[in-house]
């Protein structure tokens, strides 16, 4: 069976697709441009992964996303939050996740991208999207949860002939329990990047930084990521 893979460059993208790759044929990679802070570093990210596995990479710009998004993760102007261990902690007031998960919100981003990747795959004739949504990350954001991929499969029913549906391998897991799936599927986690922001280097404090460095920790392994880039 063919898929095609939704692919940010982040821990989470990455791992999905590694996971996925021992077991189907990866037709394409796409990547979205849609004014976000990290949009370059992503698709340079991307690409390097997508030579890894040896497939093909599409960058699809989105400019009117960017247009109608006023948060942090486009806009320049607004800033993005910076949190700690003891905020993402699950003991941590649910108010603190909540606010910076509003604070970097693209107004229906993966609605957008997986009816567009839905076109490709039916085009295609591929038979799965796969995607990054995980269990940790669908408390706070909604579309990253398992009723999301059944309401998209649920579409996807409706409109597209071959029936596409969503591949979300992580779907019920942890960051932590994904940076263990990744390592052992060899994925090439010093090519992922999971932060907000597009420097050199990540920056540390936004909540997808620390998100990954506690999965990293729990795990009792250094980042690839910034052991290559000899942090």
Request: overall charge negative; glycine content about 6%; charged content about 25%.
């Amino acid at each position: 069976m063919k898929a095609i893979t939704l692919l940010s460059s982040g821990l989470d993208s990455v791992a999905a697709l590694a996971i996925a790759a021992e077991s189907l044929e990866i037709e394409m990679a796409i990547t979205f441009d849609y004014g976000q802070r990290a949009c370059e570093r992503e698709i340079e990210y991307s690409q390097k992964v997508c030579e890894y596995f040896g497939i093909k990479h599409t960058v699809i710009k989105l400019d009117w996303l960017s247009e109608i998004t006023s948060t942090s993760l486009v806009n320049r102007n607004a800033e993005v939050p910076s949190l700690s261990f003891e905020d993402i902690d699950e003991k941590a007031p649910a108010e603190i996740t909540a606010a910076s998960a509003k604070a970097v919100w693209v107004p229906n981003r993966n609605g957008v991208m997986l009816n567009i990747a839905g076109s490709f795959a039916e085009s295609r004739e591929c038979d799965y999207l796969i995607v990054g949504f995980n269990g940790e990350e669908a408390g706070t954001f909604p579309d990253n949860s398992l009723a999301y991929v059944q309401a998209m499969d649920n579409a996807f029913s409706y409109s597209t002939q071959n029936g596409v549906k969503v591949l979300a391998p992580l779907i019920e897991l942890g960051k932590t329990e994904i940076v263990r799936k990744a390592l052992e599927a060899r994925a090439p986690l010093e090519y992922s990047w999971s932060c907000y922001h597009g420097e050199e280097t990540p920056c540390g404090e936004c909540e997808s930084c620390v998100r990954r460095a506690r999965a990293f920790k729990n795990t009792g392994t250094l980042d690839p990521l910034l052991k290559r880039l000899g942090i």
